[in-house]
Nanobody
Framework: QVQLVESGGGLVQAGGSLRLSCAASGRTFSSYAMGWFRQAPGKEREFVAAISWNGVTTYYTDSVKGRFTISRNNAKNTVYLQMNSLKPEDTAVYYC???????????????????WGQGTQVTVSS
């Protein structure tokens, strides 16, 4: 069992930065691929970024490439999402996700992902 707790959300002006953190419980964190999803009001949840268990491989949705960076620290059981040059369209609830298989996070998503956090709100004002 893995429990995920996100933090770091908040209100920021367009062009600003935020760093989200996701702390995971359990001693098997390093065996999981991790990812971030987001859901804006009235929209479906969408994939944002993912990282392999060892941090070597990362994926991003096109709209955040060059602005967001996903990273992890297995010693601290934590995954991060550094968000720069934020835009109003980045406003959403951001969710942390964990799965044994990276492809499940990147391609499948949704109910097939093993574990989800409770979400943290990110609001970008124009």
């Amino acid at each position: 069992q893995v429990q995920l707790v996100e933090s770091g959300g908040g209100l920021v002006q367009a062009g600003g930065s935020l760093r989200l953190s996701c702390a995971a419980s359990g001693r098997t964190f390093s065996s999981y691929a991790m990812g971030w999803f987001r859901q804006a009001p009235g929209k479906e949840r969408e994939f944002v970024a993912a990282i392999s268990w060892n941090g070597v491989t990362t994926y991003y949705t096109d709209s955040v490439k060059g602005r967001f960076t996903i990273s992890r620290n297995n010693a601290k059981n934590t995954v991060y999402l550094q968000m720069n040059s934020l835009k109003p369209e980045d406003t959403a609830v951001y969710y942390c996700a964990a799965d044994k298989i990276l492809r499940t996070i990147v391609v499948v998503g949704g109910g097939y992902v093993d574990y989800w956090g409770q979400g943290t709100q990110v609001t970008v004002s124009s």
